[in-house]
């Protein structure tokens, strides 16, 4: 595959992307992975890249509480670059917080495929991962 | 015939016997006096004594005396005429006899060869005459001393024979007669022309008016004399002359000329006073009067007239009753006065006459003095007194008042008629002080005697209402007012009042005061002033005040000062529009009861407009318990916005927690989750040692979290925490000192001003670790290009303590991250040490203590945050 399947993790807490790091590589589908641990640096990685496609991730795990600029904020500056993405990005909101405000106001972004909470199973990880790249394929 | 002859002489003889008169006969050649018998008892000689020219009879004192009586007959035989002569002689006893001598003689060829005569004893004539001359001397001294003399004025001769007295003054000598010309010679020129007119007037008149002239004494001196004069007639009714007396009156006159102008000015105010006066002679009937009355009557002043002319203006109705009372005058020698209309100038006025009858001293009338005065004006006043008075009869009818009248000196009581009517005592009944007294209720008379005497004494007098006990039983109720007179000196002369029979209005009032009474709501009838007439029993439960105590008194004290200025506008709006209304003051009404205690009330006015003004019922609705439970239901109110005030912050605090369990205790139970996940599934032994010290990462983060959370959980509960004054200098240098070693380093310099305010009453801990927590962070998060400034200073905003501490760190941007600056865990910078605990337990402990924090950041420039104390 010359383009290898992108995972893109933007989080601020070091175990969780470990453990997301360990998860991915159980699910035995060839990828590459990219971390973040805040917003900002997500969104500046992206904008300098929005007409390289084969630095952009097809998979963002977004966490919401981060220092500097945290998910939501993320989510305000990705949608004014969007549009001018070469290729879409599949984003999914991974938080530990179960606050109903939260899930509904992940969801209210169109950008976001789904709302993940926390911990998230490798399974789970395993499944998105193929969704994506099935949708990918399409 | 010749026998009649000789029975007239023996009468002659008789007579002449008793008459002493003797007849003698000088035989002139032989030089011998006869004697008759008559002529020598007289002179006590013997019987046919002869006496001899030569030689002086035995009884003559001596003989110059002898020889005087013979010169004298000689003197009458050369003169050939009548003598006359009244002569004295010592009779040997010593005994003054005075002779009359009258004799002469007789001729025969122009010889006188005798000489007859007749001799009369006049020594008692004589003794008379001495009496009388003394008797003129004794005037004549009178006259000098009374500065009177008189004088008679001989119309035949006219000539004036002047008393002693005048002639010294006159400088004549006595008994010469003088003419007018001399008389007058003295008087002053001004007044002389006059004097002579009036002495001419007077015997053309044969009346001499009193005549008053001045008089220029030798010395200068000028004297008033007042002349009065008596005609004397001779008995053929013809005036011969005047008998005159001069007077000097000089200090009468000055006198009578002060009493001019008092006259003049009696005459100004007789006119201003309308009255004249008058005095009439019953026996001419003629009238003389005042100059005013004289030019009323257009008669000539000073002159007298009939009394037909005084009666010429007199009402024709009125003339028969004018001459009765004359009449009656001149009878009863009393002036009775009386009043009388007259007619001038076709209008009627009144004339009220008195006067004083002039009797001699017999009690015969000599003349009526009267004085009548126009008493129009106060006939027209007194009218209307009548007609008023009759109104006011007519008044106290109607509004069953009458009047009194108690003159404490004469102690006479008089009574109006409706009084009598009131008290049902016939009007000709005698009053005295106990008609009135006996009248009183027994059970109320104790009260009037002690009004009565309050009166007296202190001339005060408040209205008493009490009962009156009438003859038939029945009963009334009256009020009595009264006032008193009194003199200069302040004694008391009357007292007088009125009493009304309110027996109506009490029955009315008692049927008012039952109304009133009846009342749910303590209600006062205020009066003119704002004065408590009538108060209700509600009203005395409420005040405290018994019924007595308020009546009279003003509302006002009942409302307490501090709301007076509240009431004003209120007051003012109720009185230019009286309707019924409550007051309304914009706040809570209080009235103020006896003890002081303010009660919270509800106030309805109603006015009533009356004749005399306005009358207030003030209908009060105590609502202290309302209030009360209003302020229970409000203390409740405020306790539930306290509570819901608390949930909410205790909704804030769940809120925290949910984001607190969900981010900060998920997070690391859910790594632990996936570590386990993976450590399962992980089959190489140094991956799953590598794994083990992640583990050790998560577990030791989560027990961190888990004691900051019991911290901020145990500083949320206890919202009562012990407070101290503490100072901000002090906790300030504390905090200095445990970071000595920071401040060092970053060479930071910390300035502070508390001058505004110092010291806070708060937990010392929690104020320890906000200083430490904030300028811990300053610290921390310090510029990375220049040393750190720290302000810390205290201020006073709207009465609340706001302390701040301000930094040129790094700042936060508030618009990305100001929601979740205080939250836990929350970190905005890439710092190593940034944990997100300070501010969330700095916030923490501020909440519990019942205050805020605020931030105020920009990125770069620099940070502040105030604390806002309550």
């Known amino acids: 595959m010359q383009n290898p399947f992108h995972l893109c993790i933007i989080d601020d807490d070091d175990i969780y992307r470990f453990t997301i790091i360990q998860s991915a590589k159980f699910s035995k589908i060839e990828h590459k992975t990219s971390v973040f641990p805040n917003g900002e640096e997500a969104i500046t990685c992206i904008t300098d890249n929005l007409n390289n496609p084969d630095n952009l991730p097809h998979l963002?795990?977004?966490?919401?509480?981060?220092?500097?600029?945290?998910?939501?904020?993320?989510?305000?500056?990705?949608?004014?670059?969007?549009?001018?993405?070469?290729?879409?990005?599949?984003?999914?909101?991974?938080?530990?917080?179960v606050d109903p405000e939260d899930i509904e106001k992940a969801k209210s972004y169109t950008s976001v495929v789904d709302y993940l909470s926390k911990p998230l199973k490798s399974d789970k990880l395993k499944e998105i991962m193929e969704r994506t790249l099935q949708n990918l394929n399409v | 015939m010749g026998k009649k002859k000789q029975n007239i002489e023996i009468s002659i003889t008789d007579l002449n016997a008793i008459a002493r008169i003797g007849y003698w006969q000088l035989d002139t050649k032989a030089g011998i006096y006869l004697l008759d018998n008559i002529s020598c008892e007289i002179l006590q000689l013997p019987h046919d004594t002869v006496l001899t020219k030569n030689e002086k009879p035995p009884n003559c004192s001596n003989q110059d005396k002898w020889n005087h009586i013979q010169d004298l007959l000689n003197q009458a035989i050369v003169h050939k005429t009548s003598f006359n002569h009244e002569l004295m002689v010592v009779l040997p006893e010593g005994k003054e006899l005075w002779i009359l001598l009258i004799g002469k003689g007789d001729y025969s060829n122009g010889e006188c060869i005798s000489i007859s005569g007749m001799l009369?004893?006049?020594t008692d004539r004589k003794v008379s005459e001495k009496e009388l001359s003394n008797k003129k001397r004794l005037l004549d001294y009178t006259e000098n001393k009374a500065n009177l003399g008189h004088w008679k004025w001989d119309l035949t001769m006219n000539l004036i024979t002047c008393s002693e007295n005048i002639s010294r003054v006159i400088g004549t000598p006595f008994g010469k007669p003088i003419t007018i010309e001399k008389l007058t010679e003295g008087i002053h020129p001004e007044d002389l022309e006059y004097t002579l007119k009036h002495l001419k007037n007077a015997v053309k008149n044969k009346y001499f008016k009193t005549l008053v002239h001045r008089f220029i004494f030798e010395n200068g001196v000028e004297r008033v004399i007042q002349v009065l004069g008596e005609p004397i007639f001779n008995d053929k009714d013809e005036l011969t002359g005047f008998m005159c007396s001069s007077q000097d009156i000089t200090a009468r006159k000055h006198f009578e000329n002060e009493l001019l102008k008092r006259n003049q000015l009696f005459n100004v105010a007789q006119e201003k006073a309308q009255f004249g006066y008058w005095q009439w002679d019953p026996h001419t009937n003629f009238v003389?009067?005042?100059?005013?009355?004289?030019?009323?009557?257009?008669?000539?002043?000073?002159?007298?007239?009939?009394l037909s002319k005084l009666l010429q203006d007199v009402h024709p109705?009125?003339?028969?009753?004018?001459?009765?009372c004359l009449n009656n005058i001149v009878r009863t020698k009393s002036f009775e006065g009386f009043l009388h209309r007259i007619i001038v100038h076709g209008r009627t006025r009144y004339i009220q006459v008195y006067g004083k009858v002039n009797t001699n001293k017999d009690g015969s009338v000599l003349h009526v003095l009267g004085i009548s005065q126009d008493v129009t004006n106060q006939k027209r006043i007194e009218n209307e007194l009548v007609s008023k008075n009759q109104l006011l009869n007519f008044a106290e009818e109607i509004s069953k008042i009458g009047n009194w009248q108690w003159d404490l000196s004469t102690n006479i009581i008089r009574w109006s008629a409706n009084l009598y009517r009131i008290f049902e005592i016939n009007e000709n009944d005698e009053i005295i002080f106990d008609t009135y007294f006996t009248h009183i209720h027994p059970e109320d008379r104790k009260m009037v005697t002690t009004k009565i005497n309050n009166l007296r004494e202190n001339k005060i007098f408040e209205r008493v209402i009490h009962r009156i006990v009438l003859h038939d039983g029945s009963i009334k109720t009256v009020e009595l007012l009264a006032t008193v007179n009194v003199d200069k000196s302040g004694n008391l002369i009357e007292m007088i009042g009125t009493l009304q029979d309110v027996s109506e209005q009490r029955a009315q009032e008692i049927k008012f005061k039952g109304l009133l009474e009846s009342a749910p709501n303590a209600t006062l009838i205020l009066g003119a002033g704002n004065i408590v007439e009538m108060i209700n029993k509600e009203a005395v439960n409420l005040f405290g005040y018994t019924s007595e105590e308020l009546v009279g008194k003003s509302v006002e004290t009942l409302i307490p000062l501090r709301l007076k200025e509240k009431r004003a506008p209120h007051k003012e709006r109720f009185l230019a529009n009286p309707k019924i209304q409550k007051i309304?003051?914009?706040e809570d009404f209080y009235m103020k009861d006896k003890a002081g205690n303010e009660i919270p009330v509800e106030v309805t006015l109603g006015p009533l407009r009356i004749k005399g003004g306005l009358i207030i019922s003030m209908v009060i609705r105590d609502i202290s318990t309302e209030r009360s439970a209003e302020r229970k239901i409000l203390k409740a109110k405020n306790d539930l916005e306290l509570l819901t005030k608390e949930l909410t912050a205790q909704n804030h605090q769940l809120a925290d927690f949910t984001q607190i369990t969900s981010h900060n205790l998920r997070a690391p139970v859910s790594n632990l989750n996936s570590l386990v996940e993976i450590y399962k599934m992980m089959e190489d032994e140094e991956d799953r040692k590598e794994l083990f010290t992640k583990f050790e990462t998560v577990i030791s983060h989560l027990t961190l979290t888990l004691n900051t959370l019991i911290e901020a959980l145990s500083a949320k509960s206890h919202t009562s925490l012990?407070?101290?004054?503490?100072?901000?200098?002090?906790t300030l240098t504390k905090t200095e000192e445990i970071f000595t070693a920071e401040i060092q380093r970053t060479n930071a310099v910390i300035t502070s001003d508390f001058s505004e305010v110092n010291s806070i009453c708060y937990h010392k801990i929690y104020l320890e670790s906000i200083f430490q927590n904030l300028i811990g962070n300053a610290l921390k998060y310090k510029s990375r290009t220049h040393a750190p400034q720290?302000?810390?200073?205290?201020?006073?905003?709207?009465?609340?303590?706001?302390?701040?501490?301000?930094?040129n760190g790094l700042g936060i941007d508030l618009k990305k991250h100001g929601h979740k600056i205080f939250g836990l865990n929350k970190v905005f910078h890439n710092h190593p040490e940034a944990k997100g605990i300070g501010l969330f337990m700095t916030k923490t402990q501020i909440e519990a203590m019942g205050g805020k924090i605020t931030v105020n950041s920009e990125v770069d420039q620099g940070s502040t945050f105030s604390i806002h104390f309550i």
């Open chain 2, 317 to 324: 109705k009125d003339v028969d009753y004018f001459n009765d």
């Open chain 2, 790 to 807: 720290i302000e810390v200073y205290s201020k006073l905003i709207d009465g609340k303590v706001v302390l701040s501490f301000k930094d």
């Open chain 2, 120 to 122: 009369q004893d006049i």
């Open chain 2, 722 to 730: 012990e407070r101290n004054d503490l100072s901000f200098r002090d």
């Open chain 1, 60 to 97: 963002i795990l977004l966490d919401i509480d981060m220092p500097i600029m945290d998910g939501f904020q993320f989510l305000k500056d990705y949608q004014a670059i969007e549009s001018k993405l070469s290729r879409p990005i599949s984003i999914y909101m991974v938080s530990s917080s």
């Open chain 2, 288 to 306: 003389t009067c005042s100059d005013n009355m004289a030019r009323v009557l257009s008669v000539k002043e000073n002159e007298q007239f009939p």
């Open chain 2, 584 to 586: 309304d003051i914009g």
